[in-house]
T-cell receptor
Framework: GAVVSQHPSWVICKSGTSVKIECRSL??????MFWYRQFPKQSLMLMAT?????????EQGVEKDKFLINHASLTLSTLTVTSAHPEDSSFYIC???????????FGPGTRLTVL | GQNIDQPTEMTATEGAIVQINCTYQ??????LFWYQQHAGEAPTFLSY????GLEEKGRFSSFLSRSKGYSYLLLKELQMKDSASYLC???????????FGTGTRLQVFP
């Protein structure tokens, strides 16, 4: 149980285009989902917290107009990187929590490369 | 502010014991987590401490001292597959947010 999937697992896009990444909780309802970014050889950096049916809460320094987050249902959150640039190339990881346990369940990550 | 520190890299020998330290200064504390992450993969949960003391789970143990803002992860009987990054994360009081430390890359040699 407690499986989180992400799609796509990797994506290559041209500079200036937008990319959407999906995060799904497959066998549980996620009241809260989190989006992280991880650069090579660095730790996870929290970008935003997403609650179903409400606006995401962004961490300081993360542009909400560039990283659009939609948490439309209790099993799906999406992150859209708008007008992507090479510096947005990174490993994007989502996690989900039910609120009932101490754990966050992580997705397998999406590697974004912007050319 | 939030500050969570770990050693950047550690090496150890197969079969040995290694201790990975984590010190934290956060605005509110509601538990400390340890995760293992292999390159290119998502983190996997190892342990959780919210009260002072030692939590043991097979070859892995984790210790917490809240007054000292200190935790460690102890790995026993090291195996080659334990070569990975180990991430310490603090949950912020009143939220489910996790703030991750800098991560420790552990290399296990034969």
């Amino acid at each position: 149980g407690a499986v989180v999937s992400q799609h796509p697992s990797w994506v290559i896009c041209k500079s200036g285009t937008s990319v959407k990444i999906e995060c799904r909780s497959l066998d549980f309802q996620a009241t809260t989902m989190f989006w992280y970014r991880q650069f090579p050889k660095q730790s996870l950096m929290l970008m935003a917290t997403s609650n179903e049916g409400s606006k995401a809460t962004y961490e300081q320094g993360v542009e909400k107009d560039k990283f659009l987050i939609n948490h439309a249902s209790l099993t799906l959150s999406t992150l859209t990187v708008t007008s992507a640039h090479p510096e947005d190339s990174s490993f994007y990881i989502c996690s989900a929590s039910t609120g009932d346990t101490n754990e966050q369940f992580f997705g397998p990550g999406t590697r974004l490369t912007v050319l | 502010g939030q500050n969570i520190d770990q050693p950047t890299e550690m090496t150890a020998t197969e079969g040995a014991i290694v201790q990975i330290n984590c010190t934290y200064q956060t605005s509110g504390f509601n538990g400390l987590f340890w995760y293992q992450q292999h390159a290119g993969e998502a983190p996997t949960f190892l342990s959780y401490n919210v009260l002072d003391g030692l939590e043991e789970k097979g070859r892995f143990s984790s210790f917490l001292s809240r007054s000292k803002g200190y935790s460690y992860l102890l790995l026993k009987e090291l195996q080659m597959k334990d070569s990975a990054s180990y991430l310490c994360a603090v949950r912020v009081w009143g939220t489910d947010k996790l703030i991750f430390g800098t991560g420790t890359r552990l290399q296990v040699f034969p």
